[in-house]
């Protein structure tokens, strides 16, 4: 069994940045896709960004690209979602997830092939 945990959520300002990780355990990481998705109120979840087991493939959602960047550290068993320029739109709980196999270059952002989710964390910004 797979464990994720994220962290570095919080309320900030329009224009500020936050880094979330996920720290997992269980599995050996570099054997997991992952993938980072939020969740605003009232809102369905959506995918934000994706990461290849290596960490050479790399998928954003067209709303951050630009202004976010996933990367792993395989030896640390810790995946990180580097935000910046945040705006209010970007207000949601974020949730990390992780997957053994089924999740490819044409469904990364489908989020019912990750089997593995931690239990999100909470993003607020302020106009």
């Known amino acids: 069994q797979v464990q994720l945990g994220e962290s570095g959520g919080g309320l900030v300002q329009a224009g500020d940045s936050l880094r979330l990780s996920c720290a997992t355990s269980?599995?050996?990481?570099?054997?997991?896709?992952m993938g980072w998705f939020r969740q605003a109120p009232g809102k369905e979840r959506e995918f934000v960004a994706a990461?290849?087991?290596?960490?050479?493939?790399?998928y954003y959602a067209d709303s951050v690209k630009g202004r976010f960047t996933i990367s792993r550290d395989n030896a640390k068993n810790t995946g990180y979602l580097q935000m910046n320029g945040l705006k209010p739109e970007d207000t949601a709980v974020y949730y990390c997830?992780?997957?053994?196999?089924?999740?490819?270059?044409?469904?990364?952002?489908?989020?019912?092939?990750?089997?593995?989710w931690g239990q999100g964390t909470q993003v607020t910004v302020s106009s």
């Open positions: 997830a992780a997957a053994a196999s089924g999740v490819t270059s044409n469904t990364y952002y489908n989020a019912v092939l990750y089997s593995y």
């Open positions: 269980g599995r050996t990481f570099s054997s997991l896709r």
């Open positions: 990461i290849s087991y290596s960490g050479r493939s790399i």
